[in-house]
């Protein structure tokens, strides 16, 4: 089993909502990761989960609050969010925080902010 | 400062053309190269990696890139595109036995006309 798996598929919030994105893996990977990617560009990294703990924290605002309650789980916790939130939002894994390990993404959760 | 650069945003070509999409990196030390394929709707999926060894790799569906460390370059080539290739590409590297975050490119968006 080589998945990532991420739900919802879609999401609509307005700005004093709250809601949280799931991901899950059933790899064994003990590093997992979430991306943001806007319409037209590249990923770019939001977080990183090492063996359940947050190893990097890439300068994201507090209205998102990740999330690892076990080694196949990555929650991504949103409050109060702003239009400009509005993208696809990745999770990935690899092995273990390392280089040399490709990460597998998973299908993404597109969210709009309204 | 690190970079990763793709020279064509948008490639259209005919089915059975062949393929070059070029990218360049700027990094110190040695690098783990890959690229990415994002099909219409679907999630990232690794087409191929390089890490050590021959420096041109083989990937799934037929292509593959060509590590020239002289040029900081790591080019995807296909011989034979097919409509299914349609896609956005992304070139992404990481600093070897340090970080771990993968650095993309601004991606390639490829449509192969019938």
């Known amino acids: 089993d080589t998945e990532v798996t991420q739900t919802p598929k879609h999401l609509v919030m307005g700005m004093t909502n709250k809601k949280s994105l799931k991901c899950e893996q059933h790899?064994?990977?003990?590093?997992m990761y979430w991306y943001k990617q806007k319409a037209k560009k590249p990923p770019e990294l939001m977080f990183v989960?090492?063996?359940?703990?947050?190893?990097i924290n890439e300068s994201v605002p507090s209205r998102f609050s990740p999330e690892c309650p076990n080694s196949s789980l990555l929650n991504l916790h949103l409050h109060a969010l702003q239009p400009e939130d509005s993208a696809l939002y990745l999770c990935?894994?690899?092995?273990?925080?390392?280089?040399?390990?490709?990460?597998?993404f998973g299908p993404g959760t597109r969210l709009t902010v309204t | 400062a690190q970079s990763v650069s793709q020279h064509n945003h948008h490639v259209i070509l005919s089915e059975a053309a062949s393929l070059e999409l070029g990218c360049n990196y700027s990094?110190?030390?040695?690098?783990?190269l890959f690229w990415y394929v994002q099909y219409p709707g679907q999630h990232l999926q690794l087409l191929l990696k390089?890490?050590?060894?021959?420096?041109l790799v083989k990937g799934i569906k037929g292509f593959e890139a060509e590590f020239i460390k002289s040029k900081f370059s790591f080019n995807l080539r296909k011989p034979s595109v097919q409509w299914s290739d349609t896609a956005e590409y992304f070139c992404?590297?990481?600093?070897?036995?340090?970080?771990?975050?993968?650095?993309f490119g601004k991606g390639t968006s490829l449509l192969v006309t019938p």
């Open positions: 990935a894994s690899s092995q273990v925080l390392d280089s040399s390990y490709e990460q597998y």
């Open positions: 790899m064994g990977h003990r590093a």
């Open positions: 989960y090492s063996y359940e703990k947050l190893s």
């Open positions: 990094y110190g030390g040695t690098v783990n």
């Open positions: 390089y890490f050590s060894g021959d420096p």
């Open positions: 992404a590297v990481n600093a070897a036995n340090s970080g771990y975050a993968l650095n």
